[in-house]
């Protein structure tokens, strides 16, 4: 069905619908039939209903549903009716569980083909996670729209932080077929489901059972009582187990950090009333769980029982998937532990969150581990030293990342995931404030990081989307092409003179979110902070690496002037004009071209390639605004003019160019490379070292090729 607006109109606002289905994936595991039966009630209620309200709808992967409608009235009353459709069908068919979460905004959406995309969807998208299942949750924009003009009830949710794109106010508007489970048993189907988890217990309890059994009985009520209090509250069901420990589910992982917040302060309440030894570690996971009885088991259960072991006696410990569940939904303080080896569970990346109740027993991971991320940050370790510290500098990095030839404690990707793996680098997306360019350096230097590594085939979200716009393809189809079997996608945050990179791994074949990782800094230490978050990628990803990339990987300058960042940035151009995609064609896929080029190049396209990014790179050193304009199809007058004040900056400029691919298709191509300026700064006098990898848009004029447009990764 063509969009309600104008089909030729390019961009325009509208009224979003986001749906996704609660536990899609986890259905979809026990039994594709059923999660087939979902899919096709779902997309059966929108067809239905969708239409009598001017609006057009579009299936996306899996259980997930875009809608568009040029009224905001239109679209909460679709979105209303479908769940009320939905909750009829479960009623019949009382296996299927359709419990569907549905978010709408207003925004702008721009068409490119069949698919609408914006942030505005993105931020639909979100809202919609914040939905009870079978629920309905608005944009303050949403609820002005429609506010006084249809008969609802509606309540206010107050500021939610959405990650990536900042805070919302959002509102639950009523439908009556809302499920809010306050007990994880309540759930009527009996199958494996996905939970939030925290496992608690008593420290020193059998010194304090040995001491004085009547005071350990003390302190087992009063544990009860904080549990018995709070977790039911947050949505969820708590079992007491033996030793003083307890075992909690919630269907949401905020829920469940803030029922763990909750619960040691008012266990410090009462230790500074009584005086009891009432100090709780506690842990946080999430996974799968299954029933067993009245109890609930499984290996999520498990880790999670170990992770608490890593906790200060009343504090809490938290997994990556928790806090990248949590970071940006919840004003709460963390502190990166690093990895960690459990006790049979393997190795996990824990975060401490901060609650001000810890009794504080022994050094920090952070005060005892020597090579601490931010001693990284803070301390950067370049090729010189490398070479003074020589193989010391090499065991402490491989302490970091965990890697030994001889040991290795991380089992190597299955064998469809082998070496080398190719990811994709999408979007770094700015969070409030954050000015876009500095998110593009962020993207471009993340990605110059990572492909330097042999057994990582990186491939940026610039080259997806031109792929994209070429084959008229899908994201996720171009990259399975390409081989991309994880997406790596990050925001930004820039505030009070420092910056907070954070970056989530989403697995391509299930597009599920797999492990996340961050790092901060000041704002001129930005390129170290990139540096961090690449390794500890190296780590999540297990990536074999050899001594010499780690000594590269350690090379990354301390800090950098902002201005001149920026003004680099801006001289990569990127204004040029590109033409419309044309229909679909065939490519040979992505070469790696030899560099630098050879002094004689014969007659071939990548011959001819080579020798224009060559020249490229001579004009760029040269200051050669003249050379510039030859090798270009048209540079902009912006373009120009920022190569101008860059070169009137940047004094013994210093140009190279490395680890060259290309993409053809027909008469264009994208060439994609690694950039590294060096110069000093007129203005500081400070020697800067700049590194990025970008894509240019290539392509044949007058039968020679020539540059067209720089591909941002915004």
């Known amino acids: 069905m063509a969009p309600h607006e104008d089909p030729a109109a390019r961009r325009h606002l509208s009224a979003i619908l986001y749906a996704d289905m609660m536990e899609y994936s986890t259905v979809a595991a026990r039994s594709e039939s059923l999660s087939k039966r979902c899919v096709e009630a779902i997309r059966q209620a929108y067809a239905e209903v969708v239409p009598e309200h001017g609006g057009w709808f579009h299936p996306k992967a899996g259980d997930a549903v875009l809608a568009l409608f040029p009224s905001a009235v239109g679209a909460v009353l679709s979105a209303m009716e479908i769940q009320r459709r939905l909750a009829k069908v479960r009623e019949e068919s009382r296996e299927l569980p359709l419990w569907l979460r549905i978010g709408a905004h207003i925004g702008e959406v721009t068409g490119s083909g069949d698919e609408w995309r914006g942030a505005s969807i993105g931020a639909a998208e979100l809202i919609q996670a914040e939905a009870d299942p079978g629920g309905l949750k608005i944009s303050s924009e949403v609820y002005g729209a429609i506010r006084n003009k249809v008969d609802l009830t509606i309540e206010d949710q107050g500021i939610h932080e959405l990650g990536g794109v900042g805070s919302f106010h959002l509102y639950k508007v009523v439908v009556g077929t809302e499920r809010v489970a306050s007990r994880a048993t309540e759930d009527p189907r009996t199958g494996r489901r996905l939970r939030a988890i925290l496992y608690a217990y008593l420290d020193d309890y059998p010194g304090i059972i040995a001491r004085d059994e009547g005071l350990s009985l003390r302190c087992a009520d009063a544990i009860r009582d904080a549990f018995a209090t709070v977790v039911p509250r947050h949505g969820g069901w708590f079992r007491a187990k033996p030793g003083e420990a307890a075992l909690a589910l919630f269907p949401s992982a ?131 030293v490398a070479y003074v510290l020589g193989p010391d500098l090499v065991r402490r990095i491989r302490g970091f990342i965990g890697e030994s030839r001889e040991k290795p404690k991380l089992p190597p990707l299955p064998a469809d995931m082998g070496w080398p793996l190719a990811i994709g680098i999408m979007e770094i997306l700015p969070i409030r404030e954050t000015p876009g360019w500095m998110c593009d350096m962020t993207h471009q230097g993340l990605n110059a990081l990572l492909a330097k590594l042999e057994n990582l085939n990186v491939f940026s979200k610039d080259v997806i989307d031109w792929k994209k716009e070429k084959t008229g393809k899908k994201s996720f189809d171009v990259a399975n092409d390409l081989g991309v079997r994880k997406m790596l996608n990050g925001t930004l945050l820039q505030e009070n003179g420092r910056v907070t990179l954070q970056v989530r791994i989403v697995d391509v074949r299930t597009g599920r979110q797999e492990n996340a990782c961050d790092a901060s800094g000041t704002e001129d230490q930005l390129p170290a902070i990139e540096h961090d978050v690449a390794l500890q990628l190296v780590k999540i990803l297990k990536v074999p690496v050899t001594d010499g990339e780690l000594v590269r990987l350690a090379s990354k300058p301390k800090t950098v002037d902002l201005d001149a960042a920026k003004r680099f940035n801006d001289a990569l151009g990127g204004d040029e004009e590109e033409a419309k995609p044309g229909p679909p064609k065939s490519t040979p896929g992505a070469r790696l071209l030899e560099w630098p080029p050879a002094a004689y190049a014969g007659g071939t396209d990548d011959d001819a390639i080579k020798q224009l990014l060559d020249r490229y790179r001579a004009a760029l050193q040269a200051k050669d605004l003249r050379q510039l304009a030859a090798i270009y199809v048209s540079l902009s007058d912006n373009t120009r003019d920022a190569l101008q004040r860059y070169f009137d900056s940047a004094n013994d400029l210093n140009v190279q160019f490395s680890n060259v691919t290309v993409l053809f298709e027909g008469d264009e191509a994208l060439a994609t490379f690694t950039r590294n300026d060096k110069f000093k700064d007129k203005e500081t006098g400070r020697d800067v070292n700049l590194e990025v990898r970008v894509s240019t848009v290539v392509a044949k004029a007058d039968g020679a090729w020539k540059i067209k447009a720089l591909r941002k990764p915004s």
Not at 265 to 289: D, F, N, Y
């Open 254 to 384: 905020v829920e469940a950090v803030r029922s763990a917040v909750e619960v040691q302060q008012r266990l410090a309440e009462v230790r500074g009333k009584t005086g009891l030894p009432l100090w709780l570690r506690i842990g946080a996971h999430m996974g799968e769980v299954a029933p067993a009885g009245d109890d609930w088991q499984g290996d999520s259960i498990n880790t999670t029982a170990r992770i608490h072991r890593e906790a200060d006696p009343g504090g809490l410990e938290i997994s990556a998937e928790v806090h990248g569940a949590v970071v940006n939904a919840t004003k709460i303080t963390v502190e990166d532990q690093g990895f960690k080896d459990l006790k049979g569970v393997g190795s996990f990346h824990l975060f401490k969150v901060v609650i001000g109740t810890e009794r504080r027993e022994r050094p920090s991971w952070m005060e005892r581990v020597v090579l601490h991320r931010r001693e990284l940050v803070g301390g950067v370790v370049t090729i010189a």
